[in-house]
């Protein structure tokens, strides 16, 4: 399940953004196209939100694999040139996590409570809130951060990225959260929309 790191990998980091490390080989070679979360952090999130992370969190990570064999450790998720990864270990025994190894994963609080992660595209995405529009962020947050959403669902439907065109799928025309949506305040929508909705 886990890829062996070899030593000497020729990557050096270009941007530190919160959980996330951007890093590219070191000529600077990146490949042409990327999976839409990669994308959509790449060209959306970053670009906006990077410059105010001042460095990179380790945090205790339960990381369920496919087979449903499972490890606790600290660590953080990375983004190497088109894919999220999590390093596990250290030196020679150093290993690498791909979003395709697992089935889910979760942060694990110092209270017991845990904020539930689960693979979606080339990363992972965490739930943080209770609906009834879900909300996934690329951060592993104890709170809700809005600008660091990645990814919405409604009830049990598909998981999606946080676009308007997939907000506005989600909402009544005609109500004061749709209204929101087409003027491009998502954030705003959302809650509006979660609030009169709750129950």
């Known amino acids: 399940m886990l890829a062996q790191l070899k030593s000497g990998t020729a990557l050096r980091t270009i941007m ?6 951007l890093k590219l080989n070191a ?29 990179v969190q380790k945090y205790t990570f339960v990381i369920v ?32 996590v791909k979003p395709e190894h697992t089935k889910n994963i979760y942060r694990r609080l ?9 693979p ?3 990363g992972w995405i965490f739930k943080i809130n ?19 959403i990645a990814a919405i669902q409604k009830h049990d439907g598909p ?5 308007r065109a997939n907000l506005l799928k989600m909402i009544e025309p005609g109500s004061d959260a749709y209204a ?9 929508a959302i809650r509006t929309y979660n609030h009169k909705n709750r129950k």
Do not use: C
């Open 65 to 96: 694999f496919k087979n449903d064999s499972s490890i606790v450790t600290q660590t953080n998720v990375e983004l190497i040139l088109d894919t999220f990864i999590m390093m596990v270990g250290s030196g020679e025994d150093m290993t690498v």
């Open 130 to 148: 209770e609906g009834p529009i879900f909300i996934y962020s690329f951060f592993a947050d104890t709170v809700i951060k809005y600008e660091n």
């Open 16 to 21: 530190f953004v919160g959980l996330f490390t």
């Open 180 to 188: 929101l949506a087409q003027n491009s305040d998502l954030e705003m």
């Open 110 to 118: 110092d209270t017991g409570k845990h904020i539930p992660g689960t």
């Open 120 to 122: 979606f595209d080339k």
């Open 159 to 163: 998981i999606v990225l946080l676009t």
């Open 27 to 55: 000529k600077g070679q990146e490949p042409v196209t990327y999976a839409p979360l990669v994308q959509y952090f790449r060209d959306v999130w970053a670009p906006e939100h990077a410059k105010r992370i001042k460095k």
